[in-house]
């Protein structure tokens, strides 16, 4: 590893920097996205239950104990459960909308990293193919291939390290991408059923109100 560091030249150091970063940033969001990600149906259900029991204050806290944008959703949703059915709507809109930030942060990053690591390889390959052709001036007619050895492994190991750094983490994006689009579809269903139960819940209450008058 180290020859093919030396080989490299000092391009591989910039490249080696996008590697380690690029991996960081990847199981950061990994790690992140598996925590945000719940089973929605059980989690709502157990809400709804202890709702219905008159404890919105319990349901809050575990919405607050729960990881991820589908219980900040909920909770969201929760404390507003008195505001007019467009403000509801609107609230638990926007408290989903300022989730997804949170879910795509990093990812920006990590797809930078995939596109410039074969533009740093290729950099090292105009870079090695400029060594060869000064060996080459320098020591015509004469030039032999240990002097020109030097440029042509420069060219090839940083491209190749460049290729191999650029592959993973574009694989890695789409990979994480996917994930946030699950999330999303998750939000927008936990969304939609925790504005149907408050607003519902509401109406049968005003009903039961307006028949003990």
């Known amino acids: 590893m180290w020859e093919l560091m030396v080989k490299?030249?000092?391009?591989?150091?910039?490249?080696?920097?996008?590697?380690?970063?690029?991996?960081?940033?990847?199981?950061e969001r990994v790690f992140h996205l598996h925590r945000a990600q719940i089973k929605q149906d059980d989690f709502l259900s157990g809400i709804y239950t202890i709702v219905n029991?008159?404890?919105?204050?319990?349901?809050?806290?575990?919405?607050?104990?729960?990881?991820?944008?589908?219980?900040?959703?909920?909770?969201?949703?929760?404390?507003?459960?008195?505001?007019?059915?467009?403000?509801?709507?609107?609230?638990?809109?926007?408290?989903?909308?300022?989730?997804?930030?949170?879910?795509?942060?990093?990812?920006?990053?990590?797809?930078?990293?995939?596109?410039?690591?074969?533009?740093?390889?290729?950099?090292?390959?105009?870079?090695?193919?400029?060594?060869?052709?000064?060996?080459?001036?320098?020591?015509?007619?004469?030039?032999?291939?240990?002097?020109?050895?030097?440029?042509?492994?420069?060219?090839?190991?940083?491209t190749g390290v460049g290729l191999c750094i650029s592959i993973p983490s574009f694989a890695g994006y789409n990979f994480l991408l996917s994930r946030v689009e699950r999330i999303t579809l998750n939000m927008e269903y936990a969304a939609e059923e925790v504005y149907r139960f408050l607003v519902y819940d509401r109406v049968e209450a005003g009903d039961e109100g307006n028949e003990t008058l």
Do not use: Y
């Open 8 to 27: 490299g030249g000092w391009i591989m150091w910039p490249i080696l920097v996008c590697s380690v970063a690029g991996a960081m940033l990847f199981l």
């Open 53 to 158: 029991r008159g404890n919105t204050a319990e349901a809050v806290s575990i919405c607050d104990e729960t990881p991820g944008p589908v219980a900040h959703i909920v909770r969201s949703g929760l404390l507003h459960a008195d505001e007019q059915r467009e403000e509801l709507k609107k609230t638990i809109t926007k408290a989903g909308l300022d989730e997804i930030p949170r879910l795509e942060k990093n990812l920006g990053g990590l797809l930078t990293i995939a596109q410039i690591t074969p533009l740093l390889g290729l950099m090292g390959t105009v870079i090695g193919l400029i060594q060869v052709f000064m060996a080459m001036e320098q020591n015509a007619p004469l030039a032999e291939i240990g002097d020109l050895s030097a440029g042509i492994w420069q060219a090839l190991i940083t």
